[in-house]
């Protein structure tokens, strides 16, 4: 910080200049030419150094790249392994490279509506995905939020819609078909697939089913866990009660134990 003279056109003057650094540790320097006395030459040289100061005070925005991996880091701790696979996955693709070198207090609703529907082409990405990427630039925006990184988050009320489309099921005929034939050819999977067809269980809950889970005079399965690869055995979101096929009447309880022992590959 000084005050300097030179002179121009034969006349005398004073340079004001400042140097320093701001809140993220970036120097800043500042100067001003062409004031004619030594008081105005202080004058400036006292606000140069309140704006340094202030913008040594500043809040800290950081820049989306610099959220994005301490963000990154937050998931890891609060999702399952297999929803932070999920979610570090569509961000590296979709995400991850726009706006990486930009302030996070500047990204506007209008940049997030251009990352959505222009960035994203039709031909790499369906609706659902687009839907699916802005429910995770959400979340980025609002765990900056949370942790005072931004003021506001700028994807509130931005909503993406999705057409409904038709869902593909198995009529009754087709259903009576399949289990036939699955029979009929004595294959493998025969039990398990009538288990889930008149359970609705999925497969990951199949996979966990116990003997203890199973009610044969109630004829019900308490559903309380899963299974898949990236978790092993969790509990399920919400613990239900779902009925089961009637097994064949006359038959002894040893009789029933031993025919879905066989028959179903569960623990």
């Not at 880091?73 to 929803?83: A, E, F, I, N």
């Not at 309380?224 to 009637?246: E, L, Q």
């Amino acid at each position: 910080m000084a005050i300097r003279t030179y002179i121009k056109d034969g006349k005398k003057l004073y340079e004001a200049y400042i140097n320093g650094f701001d809140a993220r540790g970036i120097r800043v320097q500042r100067k001003r030419k062409g004031i004619e006395t030594l008081r105005k030459a202080e004058q400036v040289e006292f606000e140069l150094k309140r704006e340094l100061a202030q913008l040594k005070e500043e809040k800290i925005h950081p820049y989306f790249g610099e959220w994005l991996k301490e963000c990154l880091g937050l998931m890891k701790v609060m999702y399952r392994p297999s929803t932070f696979y999920t979610y570090e996955k569509t961000i590296n693709r979709w995400i991850g490279k726009h706006w990486t070198n930009q302030p996070m207090s500047e990204i506007t609703k209008t940049d997030v509506h251009e990352l959505i529907f222009e960035q994203i082409k039709d031909e790499d990405a369906t609706m659902h995905t687009r839907k699916f990427v802005l429910k995770l630039v959400k979340r980025i925006f609002q765990l900056a939020v949370d942790h005072g990184k931004l003021d506001r988050n700028p994807c509130n009320g931005m909503t993406v819609k999705v057409p409904e489309s038709d869902k593909k099921v198995l009529t009754n005929k087709e259903v009576e078909i399949f289990l036939q034939e699955s029979k009929a050819t004595n294959h493998r999977f025969y039990p398990v697939w009538v288990v889930a067809l008149f359970t609705g269980m999925r497969s990951g809950e199949l996979y966990a089913l116990k003997w203890s889970d199973v009610d044969f005079e109630s004829r019900t399965i308490s559903v309380g866990r899963s299974w898949n690869s990236k978790n092993g055995f969790t509990s399920t979101k919400k613990v239900a009660s779902r009925s089961w096929w009637r097994l064949a009447r006359g038959s002894s309880e040893p009789q029933k134990a031993h025919q879905v022992k066989n028959r179903l590959d569960i623990q």
